[in-house]
């Protein structure tokens, strides 16, 4: 997508609601990666940050419908 961006608009990176909610959800799952290889997490806390990160995956599918933004496509 960000090679796709630069060659559009010049720009790989525009700090549009969605991209920032996208790399939120990313940075926290790659968070809940690690916890759970290196950290050895199972059980309840595992869970629950396995759930934040599906809330966060769904608020960023509908984060243009309230922010606006490059990728809110008319709505």
Request: overall charge positive; aromatic content about 16%; proline content about 1%.
């Amino acid at each position: 997508g960000a090679i796709w961006a630069q060659k559009a608009w010049s720009v790989w990176w525009s700090w549009d609601p969605k991209e920032t909610a996208s790399l939120v959800v990313f940075l926290v799952a790659t968070a809940y990666l690690h916890a759970r290889r290196l950290r050895g997490w199972r059980g309840r806390r595992s869970a629950v940050l396995a759930i934040l990160i599906f809330l966060l995956a769904v608020a960023t599918l509908f984060s243009n419908m309230i922010f606006g933004g490059l990728h809110s496509y008319g709505i």
